[in-house]
């Protein structure tokens, strides 16, 4: 059967694409090297930052909102509208807040003291100067979205071809390692193996792999769930806050009160999920990184993170190094190899958060500039 739409890779882009496509009504065909979506869509924070990404993007993480909101509504994955927490535990923290606050204006960034910042993260003993909270963020957990993506897009007539990995694509022709498919249309969305694919897109893009260091702790039940847990790294990470005029002198200040995270590119942060505590991550990039996990830089990482939130003696139940497409040059890779293949991959941590607004574009051709 030849479909409308042939969506390469089952990954939380590749799915998104699948499911708006699916709204328009058109016949979608899912094709997918592994048995199931085990690659960075279930390996990272479930962490929707659409405030934290550049203004020029806005619209795009808008209507990646939006998507969320009606998968979640359609496949009744888990969706919290909760918000980010920031605590600022240095005046320099609580200006580049300020100034955040300032540019996006109230409905955005909410400033919050002390207290407020202590009661959201459930530890009274936490030395912070104040903090923010961003009620427009989301949480979903990333054990389960995808899976519950497939389930109810195979519920509804999409066809999916697991075991399949796709060896060559042109013309709304694909070829896989077990024969050949067409559709009128056919959407690429690799992820990190883009190189296996479209070797030289991956390179004109200067695409190689990001690799994270990240572990699941116990969650103490005073933590709420939809906890979503920002710091200072992270304000001088994402595009967003970066943009503030006090994150240049946040970064040195970083540099000197946390040299081991500063060394290792951390973005320290921590989300929640029903079966514990994620917490992360730190950032090395190479174009085939070894499988190792630095034990040094782990205990690093859950120790910050445990300050955050008063945990003693964190328990650690889970380690594992993710890994997501990067590029130095851009955000997104997105391009039209010919007139009935679009190619989509996210080259930064953030194909989670833009996932559903990134599918639109692809669907649509629409061109954004400023990725
Ligand atoms: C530790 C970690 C933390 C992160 N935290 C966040 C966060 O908090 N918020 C956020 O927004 N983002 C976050 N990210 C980034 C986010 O996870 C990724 O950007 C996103 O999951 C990418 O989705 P994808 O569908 O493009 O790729 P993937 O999930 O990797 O899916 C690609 C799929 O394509 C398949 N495939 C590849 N080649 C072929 C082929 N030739 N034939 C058939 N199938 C193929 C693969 O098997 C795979 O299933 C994080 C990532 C990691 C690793």
């Given at each position: 059967m030849t479909h409308d739409l042939i969506v390469i890779g089952s990954g939380i882009l590749g799915l998104a694409t699948a499911f708006l496509a699916h709204k328009q009504g058109q016949s979608v065909h899912v094709i997918e090297a592994e048995a199931a979506p085990v690659h960075s869509s279930i390996m990272n924070f479930g962490h929707a930052c659409f405030t934290g990404q550049a203004d020029l993007i806005q619209p795009v993480a808008d209507r990646a909102r939006r998507g969320w909101l009606q998968a979640a509504q359609d496949t009744g994955l888990?969706?919290?509208?909760?918000?980010?927490?920031?605590?600022?535990?240095?005046?320099?923290?609580?200006?580049?807040?300020?100034?955040?606050?300032?540019?996006r204006g109230e409905a955005d960034v909410t400033l919050v003291g002390p207290g407020e910042i202590r009661d959201a993260l459930a530890n009274p003993d936490l030395e912070a100067v104040g903090g923010a909270h961003l009620p427009r963020d989301m949480r979903v957990n990333p054990r389960e979205a995808a899976p519950r993506l497939v389930a109810w897009l195979a519920s509804q007539g999409v066809t999916f071809t697991w075991n399949t990995r796709v060896t060559a694509v042109s013309d709304g022709r694909v070829d896989t390692v077990r024969g050949e498919y067409s559709a009128r249309r056919v959407i690429a969305c690799p992820g990190d193996q883009l190189r296996g694919l479209f070797p030289r897109i991956a390179e004109g893009n200067g695409v190689r792999v990001c690799?994270?260091?990240?572990?699941?702790?116990?969650?103490?039940?005073?933590?709420?769930?939809?906890?979503?847990?920002?710091?200072?790294?992270?304000?001088?990470?994402?595009?967003?806050?970066?943009?503030?005029?006090?994150?240049?002198?946040?970064?040195?200040?970083?540099?000197?009160?946390?040299?081991?995270?500063?060394?290792?590119?951390?973005?320290?942060?921590?989300?929640?999920?029903?079966?514990?505590?994620?917490?992360?991550?730190?950032?090395?990039?190479?174009?085939?990184?070894?499988?190792?996990?630095?034990?040094?830089?782990?205990?690093?990482?859950i120790e910050r993170a445990s300050y955050y939130f008063g945990l003693g003696e964190p328990v650690v139940r889970q380690r594992w190094l993710g890994h997501y497409a990067d590029s130095a040059e851009r955000n997104l890779v997105l391009v039209h190899p010919d007139d009935s293949t679009t190619v989509a991959v996210v080259t930064s941590g953030i194909g989670m958060t833009l996932s559903f607004g990134i599918a639109e574009l692809a669907l649509s051709g629409q061109v954004v500039e400023g990725f």
């Open positions: 888990w969706a919290a509208q909760s918000g980010t927490w920031i605590p600022a535990v240095t005046e320099l923290e609580m200006q580049v807040l300020r100034e955040f606050a300032a540019h690799t994270l260091a990240m572990a699941l702790l116990t969650r103490p039940g005073r933590i709420p769930v939809e906890t979503a847990l920002l710091t200072g790294t992270s304000l001088a990470r994402y595009d967003g806050f970066a943009a503030m005029p006090s994150v240049p002198q946040l970064r040195d200040e970083l540099a000197s009160r946390e040299p081991e995270l500063v060394a290792m590119v951390a973005n320290l942060m921590a989300t929640g999920i029903p079966n514990g505590l994620l917490v992360g991550d730190s950032h090395a990039y190479s174009l085939s990184p070894e499988p190792f996990i630095d034990e040094a830089l782990a205990e690093v990482l």
